[in-house]
């Protein structure tokens, strides 16, 4: 198993590539869920298009 674990920030959301089909993102506490759905989106949105993950792979795991 290839163990990346890179860490970064993408519009204020913290995400972990937890491996090659896991991406880990927290919540803000002070974002209301149905606000962060989109801001959610859009890293998934942007790690899939900069080639870290395969659309049909991706599973996303939310930390609130």
């Known amino acids: 198993m290839n163990h990346i674990n890179k860490t ?10 937890k491996d090659n089909n896991t991406i880990r993102i927290w919540k803000p506490v002070d974002i209301e869920f149905s ?7 859009l890293v998934i949105k942007y790690l899939i298009d900069e ?14």
Request: charged letters at 35%; a positive charge; hydrophobic letters at 40%.
């Open 8 to 17: 970064g920030m993408i519009r204020g959301i913290k995400f972990l590539i």
């Open 35 to 41: 606000d962060f759905k989109e801001k959610c989106d």
């Open 51 to 64: 080639g870290f993950f395969s659309k049909h792979k991706c599973k996303v795991e939310v930390i609130t």
